[in-house]
């Protein structure tokens, strides 16, 4: 394997996201601040503190857009409004200025490829008539015949499947009763599809831009950033599009309908965890997304402090990625390539190389992040018998983690992750090692994709359990200040109490102090704007992976037997959960685990 391409003399790029560690706010499930069960941005600014001591640089929030909720707030009904749920804009003003005054960047998720059915725009277009200016800013379509010539229009304008499950397309009933135009959604049916050929949908998202801008906002991650644009006439397409790959099979079949909660009549096939790009579709990736980027960064370009935006696109190979992050583009996009790497040398040393060189021809850093959201988290997918495998989601009735081995591959996963260069995204809750909710009954679960796939695909929900704060108060204390009015909105797991943030703060060895330790050892020694070189011991075929970082050899170990420290090197930081005056006198790194050597 050779070096990545990364030139060592490339120019020193000094804005704030360059090397960044992002943390990853989910509102509804980080801390809840007046008791009512949900999280919202009063518990954000409580929280703080705690997160400057973490060590990170900037936070990403996930959307408290005004919503109806349906997809958990990306289904935004109006862009400039907090949605009750969450507070007001005066708290999100309270803590975008708490933050910076602690010297915390703040991202806000944008959302520019559907609205809410409930968003004002669409409630027009539902009462317009077809062919008007209103039904121009949604991708509305006559239905073909089901019996051709017949006039009836009965039948989908293509045969697109929906992201969460089902049909692409939805038919609405005119004003006078009859049935009507069908409008798309790649997601789910409260979520319409805006149409980026409208020049006036065009104008409002730069207007939206402008509104958080002038808010403060230090930038964006922007959904679903592939999937703005589709392609001419809208054709046929016989492929399935996942936002996140996953495993090659779905084990359970579809419930009868309605046995589901909130089951939709039409979900009757689950979609199937296929490449999100290949065989390529008519609706993600399509060139004319880069005009968006190319226009938005004319409007970030307008603003000081070195504003940014990063793209969520899971576009492959890496080269595609990279057109994301071209100068006059985004600053950043998302690396899915390493997320979905697993815990296998061979795979995460080929992701790291291709990101980089990638990253290095468009002059972008590269980033790295290993859960989200959207996925099941990393301590229980490592924990797996394959531990390179994706599932869409985890019930009871799956297979069960090994949870003290995916911890111990989860914390030595971090260290490599924390000592490349560029900038790192953490989800919240990694700090505490927490583990997917793989146990949730189906009466709970909430995930638009469960419910149309009548729960032939689990989703997300097990990721987004509230966080836990103080092992001994209700709700792990997540509600904040002596709030304990109402459950946390997810129930949480037993396995949360012990891994509350009370149990392991000032712990050695805890994961807590390990991240906090990893943070500040990157920040000191400047591994985001370093370079990468492989190390003489590199061997991933082995299950050895080893790269030098300036001074810092990063040794992690993937494979069956512990491996040879290197002479000449002493150990500085160690994944294992040994107490870290311990570490120095390591001669061996353990199997699963990952550590930091500098030269005696």
Known sequence: ???????????????????AVVYQIYPRSFADGNGDGMGDLRGVTDRLPYLQQLGVDALWLSPFYKSPQADAGYDVADYRQVDPLFGSLEDFDAMLQEAHQRGLKVIVDLVPNHTSDEHVWFQEALAAAPGSPERGRYIFRQGKDE??????GDRAPN?????????????????????????LHLFDTKQPDLNWENTEVQEEMRSVLRFWLDRGADGFRVDVAHGLVKEPGLPDWEGVAAMVEGTPEVRREPSPPGDAPGAHADAVEPHRAVSP??????FFDQDGVHDIYRDWNRVLAEYDGDRMMVAEAWVEPAERLARYTRPDEMQQAFNFDFLLAGWDAERMAVAIEASLEAAASVGAPCTWVLSNHDTVRHPTRFGLKDPTTFPKGIASEDEQPDSALGLARARAATLISLALPGSAYLYQGEELGLPEHTTLPAEARQDPTFHRTRGAEIGRDGCRAPLPWTQDAPGYGFAVSGN??????????????????DRQDGVEGSTLELYRAVLAFRSARKLGRGSLAWAEVHAPESGVLAFHNGEVL??????FASAPVPEGYSVVLSSAPEPASDWSGLDEVPVDCTVYLTKD
């Open 1 to 19: 394997m050779s070096n990545p391409d990364v030139p060592a003399d490339r120019p020193a790029r000094s804005e704030w996201w360059t090397d």
């Open 147 to 152: 019996v051709p010539g017949s006039g009836d």
């Open 277 to 282: 790009v290949y065989p390529p579709s008519p």
């Open 159 to 183: 045969n697109w499947k929906s992201i969460f499950g089902g049909p692409a397309w939805s038919r609405i009933t005119e004003a006078d009763g009859s049935p009507g135009e069908w409008y």
């Open 554 to 559: 990063v040794l992690g170990n993937f494979g």
């Open 484 to 501: 304990t009015g109402a459950a946390p909105w997810l129930p949480q797991p037993e396995s949360f109490g012990p891994l509350a943030a």
